[in-house]
């Protein structure tokens, strides 16, 4: 029996996740939450099989999540949800520690089959990913823009994008607001853009963020 933990803000898309996982025979959802805080203190307790980690939390990211729990060694494999198919986010995902990566508005029988996947020590990487990924591991470092960004810059950066207001940002990701108009100013100078609006449009441009 698969054993998961599902981890999404998202009530009704949470539920969603639950039943779909709940009708197979060999998968029991052995928990579930809406905060990435309280997802981790989850998987230490539960050590659930697969975590299914949606990506936009608001009080963690996927990434930052993977990063904390990565160095515990457990033996829980990551399963990350988004709605962003850029292929930074998968690889930088991989890179931390995740085991795979599906992009929301998959198949209910590709999101099965990655629980399967990852839960026999297998990786998976999204139908709507994979040909992206393949072309960037081709190419050189910084091939893509956003490659030169650190995680964290990335994680300011997304958030600049989305609107969030730099307080908040701040306290999200547990920062001063003098080290965030650092890290503004660095992306800025590193991606060679102006303000906040060129960071929300080359966020936009590169599927790192989806306002609608």
Do not use: W
Request: glycine share 8%.
């Amino acid at each position: 029996m698969i054993r998961v933990l599902v981890v999404d803000d998202h009530t009704l898309v949470r539920a969603g996740l639950c039943r779909l996982l709940e009708s197979e025979d060999d998968i029991k959802v052995v928990g579930e939450t809406g905060s990435g805080r309280e997802g981790i203190q989850m998987c230490q307790k539960l050590k659930p099989d697969v975590l299914l980690l949606d990506y936009n939390l608001p009080d963690a990211d996927g990434l930052a999540v993977t990063e904390q729990l990565t160095p515990l060694n457990l033996k829980t494999r990551i399963l990350i949800l988004t709605m962003y198919s850029n292929e930074e986010y998968a690889i930088r995902l991989l890179r931390a520690g995740a085991s795979g990566f599906v992009v929301k508005g998959a198949s209910t029988d590709e999101l099965v089959e990655a629980v399967r996947v990852v839960a026999n020590k297998g990786t998976y990487v999204g139908k709507a990913i994979q040909e992206k990924m393949v072309q960037r591991l081709g190419q050189p470092q910084g091939e893509a823009p956003e490659a030169v960004l650190s995680n964290r810059e990335m994680q300011v950066l997304t958030r600049i994008g989305a609107g969030t207001p730099t307080r908040q940002l701040a306290e999200e990701l547990c920062l001063s607001l003098s080290t965030v108009e650092t890290y503004r100013s660095r992306i800025l100078e590193k991606l060679n853009l102006r303000n906040n609006s060129d960071i929300t449009r080359f966020a936009i441009r590169r599927g790192l963020i989806d306002l609608e």
